[in-house]
């Protein structure tokens, strides 16, 4: 067993399913997004990044831009949440989670195709 490639997929999974139950709830209810969960969410998936610098292959190149892509999307997230919360005092409003979230949303999306795309190398992995 490689412990490289199980830290690899782990970290990758675990951006994903951070970045699912941050953006589960409704999507204008301060209540159901944690601030916490998104920072461990935009930290776990700027890991996976790191780590997917290695690999020199057609998909990990595209693997890599699926993770860089979830990071922005979480980055600009939290810069919407901290902005409206201590720039322009705006406060936790509806509008503001929800472009928080929406914005997560994506990342989310990005994440899904970059375990998807960690499935598909591991079926077609020959010994």
Do not use: C
Not at 18 to 37: C, K, S
Not at 53 to 70: E, F, K, M, N
Not at 105 to 117: D, E, F, K, Q
């Amino acid at each position: 067993m490689n412990l490289e490639k199980v830290f690899f997929s782990a970290f990758i999974l675990l951006a994903l399913t951070l970045n699912f139950g941050f953006v589960m709830g409704d999507i204008d209810n301060p209540d159901h997004h944690h601030p916490m969960e998104l920072f461990a969410a935009l930290t776990v998936s700027l890991i996976a990044t790191v780590l997917k610098l290695g690999d020199r292959t057609h998909i990990g190149a595209v693997l890599l831009a699926t993770s860089i892509v979830a990071d922005i999307q979480l980055l600009a997230a939290t810069l919407v949440w901290g902005m409206a919360l201590y720039i322009l005092d705006y406060g936790t409003t509806a509008s503001v989670i929800s472009t928080v979230v929406s914005l997560s949303g994506g990342a989310l999306l990005a994440n899904i195709a970059s375990v998807v795309l960690l499935m598909i190398e591991t079926v077609t992995l020959r010994r």
